[in-house]
């Protein structure tokens, strides 16, 4: 079973830039998906990014495309958000998550979240 703890939230200024880390431990990291997902006030969880288990393949929101890049160190045991030119409507609560490589699975593991506020 693993275990994330996310890392590196903030206040910044609009136009800013900030880097979210995501620390797992507890099993095999590269066995994973790795997903950042984000919950703002009022509004449900939605999907941020995705990174496949090798750091190849990549998704986004159209929302942050262009904006933020995922990536991951497998030998670090940890997964990046790197979010340039924030907008107000990016503060949010950050999550990590983690999913098995097997078809049809869903993200089992979460980390605490990280508060992200950006400022206007």
């Known amino acids: 079973q693993v275990q994330l703890v996310e890392s590196g939230g903030g206040v910044v200024q609009a136009g800013g830039s900030l880097r979210l880390s995501c620390a797992a431990s507890?099993?095999?990291?590269?066995?994973?998906?790795m997903g950042w997902f984000r919950q703002a006030p009022g509004k449900e969880r939605e999907f941020v990014a995705r990174?496949?288990?090798?750091?190849?393949?990549?998704d986004y929101a159209d929302s942050v495309k262009g904006r933020f890049t995922i990536s991951r160190d497998n030998a670090k045991n940890t997964v990046y958000l790197q979010m340039n030119s924030l907008k107000p409507e990016d503060t949010a609560v950050y999550y990590c998550?983690?999913?098995?490589?097997?078809?049809?699975?869903?993200?089992?593991?979460w980390g605490q979240g990280t508060q992200v506020t950006i400022s206007s």
């Open positions: 998550a983690a999913k098995r490589i097997l078809p049809g699975t869903q993200y089992g593991y």
């Open positions: 507890g099993g095999t990291f590269s066995s994973y998906v």
């Open positions: 990174i496949s288990w090798s750091g190849s393949s990549t």
